[in-house]
């Protein structure tokens, strides 16, 4: 009789261990591919830095905005499909811890919108209107959830509005500069053309600031 429950004992510890290790082995594969991606983002990054730095250094704009603009609209464009993947990943993963490449990605997002407005600066348009996105990374918010939903409805309608999300809860330099500088106190915030915008805000209310041109 104590052999069966030995039996049984074993057969349990070896279904949990494989079970354990299957998970493990799906949520390392998914954080892998998201570090990839953003590492690969990452390097991307260093043309707009070079593209940015001819510019300064031989003062030659006019011939280098439109390798600049269509560097940065790539990269901003790959930026929004890894915020989704980051998401998907974070709700499903189980045992990979995605923190750090949650910073990595925050930092790259911050670079870019950086970049937005070198861009604007030096070409004097960059054709992109971006949506500045504040919400908790470390709480629940319905109302964030909804004017998230209402940003991807106006970015699906309009080929120029691009949404930069910055969690106003985690404590990067470059994110409590742009906290403080457009004075974000409440989720959820947005910031349009330089414009602070607290609480929800409606989707009728932000075509209205964005002069969207329908995709």
């Not at 949520?27 to 990839?36: E, I, K, P, V, W």
């Amino acid at each position: 009789m104590v052999s069966v429950y030995v039996k049984a004992l074993v057969i349990t510890l070896v279904l949990f261990a494989g079970n354990y290790f299957f998970v493990k082995y799906l949520d390392d594969s998914r954080a892998q591919d998201l570090q990839t991606r953003v590492s690969d983002l990452e390097e991307e990054m260093q043309s707009a830095r070079t593209l940015l730095l001819y510019t300064q250094t031989y003062n030659r704009s006019t011939e280098i905005c439109p390798a600049l603009e269509e560097t940065t609209r790539a990269q901003i464009n790959k930026l929004y499909d890894l915020f989704s993947q980051l998401q998907q990943t974070e709700s499903s993963a189980v045992l990979a811890d995605t923190a750090r490449t949650k910073r990595r990605f925050i930092l790259a997002n911050s670079e870019l919108w950086l970049y937005l407005r070198q861009l604007e600066s030096v070409c004097g348009s960059s054709g992109i209107t971006p949506i500045l996105y504040f919400y908790p990374d470390q709480r629940d918010c319905v109302e964030c959830r909804a004017q998230a939903q209402i940003l991807n409805s106006v970015r699906d309608a309009c080929s120029n509005v691009r949404v930069f999300a910055f969690p106003t809860d985690l404590d990067l330099g470059v994110v409590n500069a742009i906290k403080s500088r457009y004075s974000i106190t409440t989720t959820p915030s947005i910031v349009i053309n330089e414009k602070t915008l607290a609480g929800i805000t409606s989707r009728d209310a932000i075509l209205s600031e964005v002069a969207c041109i329908k995709n």
